[in-house]
């Protein structure tokens, strides 16, 4: 059974600064999808960022980007520039390919210092 | 273009009574699946469905728990003689089942459920 880790339950950046959140994931597959979902204090769930396994570029979208490297099974999360609204949970996520569930990681909480 | 929509947001029940939660998915999805999120924790799949058709229930509970998405409607996510160990939040996702973006999932608000 495939299995994600984030191994930073609590993490702080001051406010324009990077932060980087880790992910790592265990499978034997390889057609797969990696995505991050963000959880305010809402607790709605909002997808950050997706990547296909099958694609060597890594995924942007704005100030967030991924480092994804597959031969270590890792998924690590950039966040440039932080902003207040960037404090959340931040989920990582795996799926198989075609329409199966999506396993999270335990989530890493994100601080942001002003 | 809606998104997913559940209702109720909140709900209380008292022991023994059931739990109904309703989930609609985002237009031109069929496919939705419900997970749970227990307190400070991750969220865990229950049950994947089409319409019409439960096609993975490996992570819901064998007893007290149902779901089901008819030809017309929401998916009804139904748990019965609740306990105070049900209380979570219950989010349900949907995405279009194809390829590409079809195969990212979007969440509803998610349904908080207290067992007193």
């Known amino acids: 059974a495939q299995t994600v880790t984030q191994s930073q339950p609590e993490m702080s950046v001051q406010e324009a600064e990077t932060v980087t959140l880790s992910c790592t994931y265990d499978?034997?597959?390889?057609?797969?999808?990696l995505f991050w979902y963000k959880q305010p204090p809402s607790r709605q769930m909002i997808l950050v960022i997706r990547?296909?396994?099958?694609?060597?570029q890594n995924a942007t979208e704005n100030r967030f980007s991924v480092n994804f490297q597959k031969a270590a099974k890792s998924f690590s999360l950039k966040i440039s520039d932080s902003q207040l609204g960037d404090a959340a949970m931040y989920f990582c996520?795996?799926?198989?390919?075609?329409?199966?569930?999506?396993?999270f990681g335990q989530g890493t909480r994100l601080t942001i210092n002003p | 273009n809606a998104g997913v929509m559940q209702n109720p947001r909140h709900l209380v029940r008292r022991r023994g009574q059931e739990a109904r939660l309703r989930c609609s998915p985002m237009?031109?999805?069929?496919?939705v699946y419900w997970y749970r999120q227990l307190p400070e924790e991750g969220l865990k799949f229950m049950v994947y469905?089409?319409?019409?058709?439960?096609?993975?229930e490996s992570g819901m509970p064998k007893e007290r728990f149902s779901a089901e998405f008819p030809k017309e409607g929401p998916s009804i996510l139904r748990i019965q003689q609740v306990v105070r160990g049900d209380s979570a939040a219950y989010f349900c996702?949907?995405?279009?089942?194809?390829?590409?973006?079809?195969?990212?999932?979007?969440f509803g608000p998610g349904t908080r459920l207290l067992v007193l």
């Open positions: 996520a795996y799926k198989s390919g075609g329409a199966q569930k999506l396993v």
């Open positions: 499978t034997s597959e390889s057609d797969y999808y």
């Open positions: 990547q296909e396994a099958y694609k060597q």
């Open positions: 237009k031109g999805h069929s496919h």
């Open positions: 469905l089409q319409k019409e058709n439960i096609i993975d």
């Open positions: 996702a949907s995405c279009g089942g194809g390829q590409g973006h079809q195969e990212t999932q979007y």
